[in-house]
């Protein structure tokens, strides 16, 4: 990974926009140049672009859509930037949330509308911290199916692809412009391409445990969850550019990640009403505060796992879910007719159980009784028959990144833009604060899509003027 002065480089093409990545980001970035008649090309490392998308549920929050005008929701730019602050405690750059949030809604309207991608409103339940439903995802609640539709999009728009091609260094000329990039062939071969803007959506550095060992150092013993080919390349040319970075300690974890199953658990389980105990039967956390967060407090207990209790209204919601489906298929969920029969088939001791439940059953009828401080007040307690799944804290993936203005350039540490050089998704820093609490459920593929739509748009523009 190296920045290398350009000095008079002749690069083996030129394309107008080169896009690094082709996950969420850089298809919707892709997508946006297209539109405009300029052909964009996305340079993607794997054979298939995949990425953390395509291993995501797939859930894009956005607000003002046709989709929620439809299901009768009201929602606009305010109330998802309130709600994207609040669970940030503050530390969130407002300029930056209100201009993702004010592209999300059309974004997602032109995404639909434009190239046929196949959304829905999730219904039925709120992300903790969510005030409206508003995430928007392929039927199946699989990312798979979004970055597959991306991708068909993609080539229907006549986009170039280059798979198999890993971007190893820029070249940048004495103005600091970028002019190229050199990629690396799996068989080591080596090839330049010249460019007239750039756009880094190679996500962050989830998958390189050198820099979770240095930026969070809590998940550097973790599962990391997200794709392994994010190894931390827009960072680490960052560094070498003097580009500015924002929260890089900055990351979504996850709490509840059947063990040793390997499969998420849908965090609704929890908002709507189960709990989170650990080998002790005892709850240790605040299930409301968002799914983020647990994987860390999960990590933190005996043998580093908890157990989701819940009944069969919830694991009804949990069949929605095709991870869940593979999870029950894979016998990661255990049933029990009674309190009794749970302890013993999740090897829980039964009285600190029982107690457990019967508490939480307390709480519903007082919504500040828990001195964890969730209410209670608002689900039914849980009923036999019971269901529990042995689950594990995750890393899914990192939020910190590049430093970017609304336009999706990317800044240097004196405040100035680089001219032609962007960052979306996972590139860009988030809009998480600076840690795993600020993680508002949606915010990864949130600035996937509107930083990608933000980044294609502006990159197109400079281009044609
Ligand atoms: C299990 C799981 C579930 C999730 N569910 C959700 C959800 O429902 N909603 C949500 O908002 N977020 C979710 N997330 C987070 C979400 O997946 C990411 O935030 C989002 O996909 C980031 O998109 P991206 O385009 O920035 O990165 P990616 O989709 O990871 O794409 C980056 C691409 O860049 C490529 N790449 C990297 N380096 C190079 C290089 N040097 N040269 C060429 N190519 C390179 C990679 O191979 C990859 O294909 C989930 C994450 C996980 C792990």
Known sequence: MAVIPSQNST??????????????????????VADTGITPLILERDAIPSGSTGLSSGMVPACGSKIQAAEGIEDNVKILSQDISQKAHGEVDMAMVEAVCAVSGPAIDWLVDSHAIELTLVSGFLYPGHSRLRMHAPPSRQGVDLIGGLTVAAERAGV???????????YISEQGDIE????????????TIGCQALILACNGY??????????????????YFGHSGNQGDAILWGAELGAA??????????????HP?????????????????NAAGQRFTNEHEGYSEQARRVLAEQDSLAWDIYDQRLHELGLQFEDYVQAEKMGAVKTAANIEELAKVL????????????????YTKDPSSDPLGRDFSTKPPLEPPFFGIKVTGSLFHTQGGLTVDTEARVLRQDGSAFGNLFAAGGAAAGLSGPADWGYLSGNGLLTAVALGRIAGLAAAKLIQA
């Open 180 to 191: 190229g990039i050199g990629i690396e062939r799996p068989d080591g071969a080596q090839e």
């Open 11 to 32: 690069f083996d093409i030129t394309v107008p926009v080169a896009i690094v990545g082709g996950g969420a980001a850089g298809m919707v970035a892709a997508l946006s």
């Open 160 to 170: 170039d692809v280059m798979t198999e091609a890993r971007v190893v260094d820029l």
């Open 206 to 223: 989830g998958g390189n445990p050198d820099l979770v060992a240095r930026y969070i150092p809590e998940m550097a013993t973790a599962n």
């Open 347 to 362: 090897g829980l001791p039964e009285v600190a159980l029982a107690q457990t439940l019967a508490d939480c059953r307390r």
């Open 261 to 277: 199953h390997g499969i998420l658990i849908t965090w609704a389980l929890m908002t709507e009403g189960g709990i989170l105990v």
């Open 245 to 258: 970075t924002s929260y890089l300690g900055s990351y979504q974890g996850h709490g509840s990640v059947a």
